[in-house]
């Protein structure tokens, strides 16, 4: 699994500066320093269309930012998983530009489980859909 530290939201801060001049303007622009808050960009995500490379990205980033728990990934990354028919070896997919609707997928995997019984896989499923739900463009 890649582990990217490009956007760390955890370490980020806002300073506020002081100074030895009350005045009125100073203190305005002191208080305007300290309450900007520099919120981060939210990438919407459309997982009607996306690649498994795109899913695992998208699935690596969120567990980077701490918005999606480790246990909650293991579904998305099962969704990731392609086995050739042919070889019965794994699909790269670094190389795989087949586009996904990741909402159907899980949804059908729903169905699916549900008719075996597995009420288990149904409900990560199901929380798995949530969560795209959740993050959709």
Partial sequence: M????ENNYFNQHTQISTTANTSKSSFSSVL????????????????????RKEMFDW???QICNGK???DDSSTFLGMTM????ISGHPVDMNT????????EKARLGVEN???RNDLNLAARLQVAIEIMNRHKG
């Avoid at 890649?2 to 530290?5: G, H, L, M, V």
């Avoid at 795989?96 to 909402?103: A, E, G, K, S």
Wanted: a negative charge; hydrophobic letters at 40%.
């Fill in 68 to 70: 999606l728990s480790l």
């Fill in 113 to 115: 489980a549900l008719s």
């Fill in 96 to 103: 795989d530009d087949t586009r996904i609707n990741f909402i």
């Fill in 82 to 85: 392609k086995i050739s028919v």
């Fill in 2 to 5: 890649k582990i990217n530290t």
């Fill in 32 to 51: 305007a320093d300290a309450t900007t808050v520099e919120t981060p960009v939210v990438k919407q995500a459309d997982f009607t269309s996306m690649t």
């Fill in 59 to 61: 699935m690596n980033e």
